[in-house]
């Protein structure tokens, strides 16, 4: 009896060694398949999913996003679930890459920036990924049409 509970014990320690061998040798996600997966939650609405496919510095262009899906109407928001997601183009350069999708729904290409971050493979937006004419206030050019136009005020004289 104790001989069969000795086997019985090396038999189970075996099966849960290779098993946690085998499960730790998974292997990553592609650049494509974090891109699709990503994508495919954006179109659900589903923001939380969405979040675990991006980097850190990426999670308030996310929220923002969340806000102007949230006032589209019923109609847009079908069109944009019903829309077929296709990967066109890939390129990897080391921990960079870039994944090109089409949107069926606008016929489409969108670029997606990845990086790796803790050895997996990230979707990196910025701001002018969702806004297209968005400068961030540093860098906005100063316009004369921006300041005061009061000509009784004098000017800044340096003594």
């Avoid at 038999?11 to 990553?28: D, Q």
Wanted: hydrophobic share 35%; net charge negative.
């Amino acid at each position: 009896m104790n001989n069969c509970m000795t086997s019985y014990l090396r038999i189970l320690t075996l099966v849960l060694f290779f098993g946690t061998v085998l499960g730790s040798c998974k292997k990553s996600a592609t650049p494509q398949e974090v891109a699709l997966n990503f994508m495919h939650a954006i179109q659900e609405s589903n923001f939380d999913l969405a979040r675990d496919y991006a980097t850190k510095e990426s999670q308030q262009v996310i929220q923002l996003y969340s806000f102007f899906d949230a006032r589209r109407n019923d109609s847009e928001r079908d069109k944009i679930k019903k829309a077929g997601i296709e990967v066109i183009d890939t390129e990897e350069n080391g921990d960079k890459a870039t994944v090109t999708v089409l949107n069926s729904s606008s016929q489409q290409k969108e670029r997606l920036q990845l990086v790796k971050e803790n050895g997996r493979w990230k979707i990196s937006l910025t701001f002018e990924s969702i806004i297209p004419n968005y400068l961030p206030p540093a860098s906005a050019p100063l316009d004369s049409t921006m300041l005061p136009q009061d000509s009784t005020a004098p000017l800044p004289t340096d003594k």
